[in-house]
T-cell receptor, first 113, second 114 residues
Framework: SQKIEQNSEALNIQEGKTATLTCNYT??????LQWYRQDPGRGPVFLLL?????KEKRKERLKVTFDTTLKQSLFHITASQPADSATYLC????????????FGSGTQLTVLP | GAGVSQSPSNKVTEKGKDVELRCDPI?????LYWYRQRLGQGLEFLIY????????KSGLPSDRFSAERTGESVSTLTIQRTQQEDSAVYLC????????????FGSGTQLSVL
């Protein structure tokens, strides 16, 4: 069956360090993958999209990699700050149309001051 | 409006009652999605509307769930004869509808069925 797994439910790191979150998937061949941030009581907010033919995408302190052979995406936050504390969700769309975007259960990141 | 608006933000109901949740998408967005998020879990796809095409209802968990959309504007998600397992946050999202795109989410409706 199709499955999306995010590496851990919770991740604590020290301010200034790099946070690395993992998204693994099975039985999908996604056209692209997205990462979202969700704060308590709010809806997810889009961060980055990476296509199947892209290896890496960057935006400010954020970096996403996409390895279709390993069926894995890594999400990095460099020089992390307490304000980065949130739940981060990965989402897959096999078709490329966002018709049925499938989400992982998320990783709760806490950046300690 | 500037973003996706959902109402009510909180709804408490008794088991067996019907509830109606509302979503106002971003103006001009032709695609609209409903997701359900149970406590501590990921988002579960419910239904997708795109313009005048037939909606994709493949995620609706039972025939107690239905949704409508008026043109390319407001959508309502109706849950009939609510059950305790329906308790969750119901999230609505919209997108321009051109494909390969990000979703814009509302803040959700927290539904509690007693």
């Amino acid at each position: 069956s199709q499955k999306i797994e995010q590496n851990s439910e919770a991740l604590n790191i020290q301010e200034g360090k790099t946070a690395t979150l993992t998204c693994n998937y099975t039985n999908y061949s996604p056209a692209y993958l997205q990462w979202y941030r969700q704060d308590p009581g709010r809806g997810p907010v889009f961060l980055l999209l990476i296509r199947e033919n892209e290896k890496e995408k960057r935006k400010e302190r954020l970096k996403v990699t996409f390895d279709t052979t390993l069926k894995q995406s890594l999400f990095h936050i460099t020089a992390s700050q307490p304000a980065d504390s949130a739940t981060y969700l990965c989402a897959l769309d096999p078709s490329g149309s966002a018709r049925q975007l499938t989400f992982g259960s998320g990783t709760q990141l806490t950046v300690l001051p | 409006g500037a973003g996706v608006s959902q109402s009510p933000s909180n709804k408490v109901t008794e088991k067996g009652k019907d509830v109606e949740l509302r979503c106002d998408p971003i103006s001009g967005h032709t695609a609209l999605y409903w997701y359900r998020q149970r406590l501590g879990q990921g988002l579960e796809f419910l239904i997708y509307f795109q313009g005048n095409s037939a909606p994709d209802k493949s995620g609706l968990p039972s025939d107690r769930f239905s949704a409508e959309r008026t043109g390319e504007s407001v959508s309502t998600l109706t849950i009939q004869r609510t059950q305790q397992e329906d308790s969750a946050v119901y999230l609505c999202a919209s997108s321009p509808g051109t494909g390969n795109e990000k979703l814009f989410f509302g803040s959700g409706t927290q539904l509690s069925v007693l």
